[in-house]
Every structure is written in structure tokens, then in C-alpha cells.
């Protein structure tokens, strides 16, 4: 026995999943606005600012192989 009647577990384990769907619908919520947010940022052209060069043509010009 676990000294915890029956109905007590019930309710624990109600609680944890109503926790747990709370908890999944922020992360959810959170993921989506990043998301938006990535998608604005492609729109809009965020990230470069004006630079035509690439990481990787930068890589090899600085090569002396």
C-alpha cells in the first residue's frame, strides 16, 4: 500500500496531465512565433546587410593552401 487512496492518485495524475497539455500548448505557441518570425525575416531581407560575400568565400580567401 501506498498510503494514498485511490481517488488522491486520480487526481494527481489529472493534474499532471493537465500540466503537461498546458505546458505543450506554450512551447507550441512559442515555436510558432519563431517561426513568423523567421518568415519575416526572409521577406524582409533581414541578416545580410547589403554584404554580396558568403561565409564560405570568406573561408577561402583566408586559405594559404
Known sequence: ALGVSQSALIREAIDALLKDAEEQAQRKAAWEAIED???RA???????GGRTWTREELHERGRTD
Not at 526572409?42 to 545580410?48: C, F, H, I, P, V
Open 37 to 39: 518570425l523567421w518568415r
Open 42 to 48: 526572409d521577406r524582409e531581407g533581414w541578416g545580410s
